[in-house]
């Protein structure tokens, strides 16, 4: 796996904190709060935790943009609907 760590440029930040705001998977959490990046690392808003100074290198280059649209495309399939809908009433 590839790391980039901070400092980070404005465009890795807004890569890094759109991915965080997307709910393409999970975003990175401190006391269960989405993490905040910044150039100097990521920034918990609850408790100002700033100890995390990494990311995996396609959080922040927007490499994940294109899976996210199409985990979304198949989220709106009618086909994975419905297969979502009979796995709810096993
Ligand atoms: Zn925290």
């Given at each position: 796996m590839d790391y980039s760590y901070a400092p980070w440029t404005d465009e890795e930040v807004k890569s890094l904190n759109e991915y965080q705001a997307c709910g393409y998977v999970h975003p990175f959490t401190h006391c269960d709060h989405p993490l905040v990046a910044t150039k100097d690392g990521w920034v918990c808003p609850?408790?100002?935790?700033?100890?995390q100074k990494w990311c995996h290198k396609w959080m922040a280059n927007d490499a994940w943009r294109e899976s996210a649209l199409e985990s979304e495309k198949l989220c709106s399939d009618p086909r994975v609907q419905k297969l979502q809908k009979v796995m709810e009433q096993l």
């Open positions: 609850k408790c100002s935790n700033s100890d």
